[in-house]
């Protein structure tokens, strides 16, 4: 797909799900601008792969280091790439955190905690970053929003449930502001992928359990990050404008809703 001269924005732009998304807006001839949290090292392992993408917009992409969990911190990164780009077309909210709390095995305090900071992590954070981003695009006649939301979403997520409950919510989002943004020519979307094949998965693939992981599609595999970044840049597409409000999954047919 043809992204030449496109301003993007990924969040946790650049590990894993990530990685393959500013890869693939870059190969496509994107600027990318990457917000990552703190691991410098593979922040510049990403830019160099960008550099070397040959997508034509090499010297042009851009890395920027904060949390999307604190608003002060989205507020800065947004005027930040947007300066850095010169402009905002595209932003992509990838950057997510899973905290594992059972309700049987967790005691309060931590189940506080697992909830505060994966709602402002998973969905308070994308919300800024979306109102940020919105304002910019306002201004400059229109763009693109995609949310990577989860199969957890709608199949439930026992021993996450804060996680389960972030995505359903960044899923609404989605859905609420492709409404709303929708007479500032601003198309929003959600690509909703079950188990991916990253650097983080690896190990449980490799496992006993990813036996039982890969036996829930019929493919008998998981989704490869590329497959994501596909329905990303899908939905940020000429020509898919009339597919604002959309939820793509990208889950080898394990769950269907
Ligand atoms: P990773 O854990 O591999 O994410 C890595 C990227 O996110 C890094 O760039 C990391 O920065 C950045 N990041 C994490 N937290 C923050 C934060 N608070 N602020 C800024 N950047 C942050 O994630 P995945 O690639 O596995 O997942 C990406 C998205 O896809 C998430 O939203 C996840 O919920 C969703 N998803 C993943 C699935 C999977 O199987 N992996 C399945 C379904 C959905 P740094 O390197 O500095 O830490």
Same mark, same amino acid.
């Given at each position: 797909?043809?992204? /030449?001269g496109k301003r993007v924005v990924v969040t946790g732009g650049t590990r894993g799900?990530?990685?393959?998304? #500013?890869?693939?807006?870059? /190969?496509?001839?994107?600027?990318?601008?990457?917000?990552?949290?703190?691991?410098?090292? =593979?922040?510049?392992?990403?830019?160099?792969?960008?550099?070397?993408?040959?997508?034509?917009?090499?010297?042009?992409? #851009?890395?920027?280091?904060?949390?999307?969990?604190?608003? !002060?911190?989205?507020?800065?990164?947004?005027? !930040?790439?947007?300066?850095?780009? @010169?402009?905002? $077309?595209?932003?992509?909210?990838?950057?997510?955190?899973?905290?594992?709390?059972?309700? $049987?095995?967790?005691?309060?305090? $931590?189940?506080?905690?697992?909830?505060?900071?994966?709602?402002?992590?998973?969905?308070?954070?994308?919300?800024?970053?979306?109102?940020?981003?919105?304002?910019?695009?306002?201004?400059?006649?229109?763009?693109?929003?995609?949310?990577?939301? #989860?199969?957890?979403?709608?199949?439930?997520?026992?021993?996450?449930?804060?996680? @389960? =409950?972030?995505?359903?919510?960044?899923?609404?989002? #989605?859905?609420?502001?492709?409404?709303?943004?929708?007479?500032?020519?601003?198309?929003?979307? =959600?690509?909703?992928?079950?188990?991916?094949?990253?650097e983080l998965t690896a190990e449980r693939l490799a496992s006993s359990e990813g036996?039982?992981?890969?036996?829930?599609?019929?493919?008998?595999?998981?989704? !490869?990050?590329?497959?994501?970044?596909?329905?990303?840049?899908?939905?940020?597409?000429? @020509?898919?404008?009339?597919?604002?409000?959309?939820?793509? $999954?990208?889950?080898? /047919?394990?769950?269907?809703?």
């Amino acid at each position: 797909m043809n992204f /030449a001269g496109k301003r993007v924005v990924v969040t946790g732009g650049t590990r894993g799900i990530g990685l393959a998304i #500013s890869k693939a807006f870059a /190969a496509g001839g994107a600027c990318v601008a990457m917000v990552y949290r703190s691991n410098d090292d =593979a922040a510049q392992a990403a830019l160099a792969q960008l550099e070397a993408s040959g997508g034509g917009a090499a010297g042009k992409h #851009s890395l920027h280091c904060a949390d999307v969990a604190d608003p !002060e911190q989205v507020r800065l990164v947004i005027d !930040e790439a947007a300066l850095a780009l @010169g402009g905002l $077309d595209i932003v992509v909210n990838n950057a997510g955190i899973g905290i594992y709390h059972p309700i $049987d095995s967790t005691n309060y305090e $931590d189940w506080q905690a697992a909830w505060q900071q994966t709602l402002a992590a998973n969905l308070v954070g994308p919300a800024n970053v979306c109102f940020c981003a919105a304002q910019h695009m306002m201004k400059s006649g229109g763009g693109r929003i995609v949310n990577i939301t #989860s199969r957890g979403a709608y199949r439930g997520e026992p021993i996450k449930p804060a996680y @389960g =409950a972030s995505k359903a919510g960044l899923t609404s989002l #989605s859905q609420s502001l492709a409404i709303a943004l929708a007479p500032h020519k601003i198309f929003v979307g =959600a690509v909703a992928p079950g188990f991916v094949n990253t650097e983080l998965t690896a190990e449980r693939l490799a496992s006993s359990e990813g036996v039982e992981i890969k036996a829930q599609s019929p493919f008998n595999r998981v989704a !490869e990050p590329e497959e994501v970044a596909h329905a990303v840049l899908f939905l940020a597409s000429t @020509g898919a404008e009339f597919s604002t409000g959309t939820v793509i $999954d990208v889950n080898g /047919a394990s769950y269907l809703r």
